[in-house]
């Protein structure tokens, strides 16, 4: 069994950044891809970013791409996304979620946190 925490979402104005935190506790973690996905309401869930378990391969949905940079530190136990100059459409619940392979899809991760909230206001 893998639990993940997510920290680090809150409210900050547009062009700010944060950097949310997925910590997790049990089975080694390199052997996990990550994810990051996000949620807002009325909306469903979208893919964010994600990285392999070695750290080597991430992938970006485009609408962040050069703003949001995934990483990893496994002697941490923890993934983290960096997102610069974020946007008011930026504003969810952010998840992460741990799977056997890097992948764009939610069904394809198994473990799953609670969600943090970041909010970003124009």
């Known amino acids: 069994q893998v639990r993940l925490v997510e920290s680090g979402g809150g409210l900050v104005q547009a062009g700010g950044s944060l950097r949310l935190s997925c910590a997790t506790s049990?089975?080694?973690?390199?052997?996990?891809?990550v994810g990051w996905f996000r949620q807002a309401p009325g909306k469903e869930r979208e893919f964010v970013a994600t990285?392999?378990?070695?750290?080597?391969?991430?992938y970006y949905v485009d609408s962040v791409k050069g703003r949001f940079t995934i990483s990893r530190d496994n002697a941490k136990n923890t993934v983290y996304l960096q997102m610069n100059n974020l946007k008011p459409e930026d504003t969810a619940k952010y998840y992460c979620?741990?799977?056997?392979?890097?992948?764009?899809?939610?069904?394809?991760?198994?473990?799953w946190g609670q969600g943090t909230q970041v909010t970003v206001s124009s």
């Open positions: 049990g089975r080694p973690f390199s052997g996990y891809a």
């Open positions: 990285i392999s378990g070695s750290g080597l391969i991430t």
């Open positions: 979620a741990a799977g056997s392979t890097v992948a764009r899809v939610s069904r394809d991760y198994d473990y």
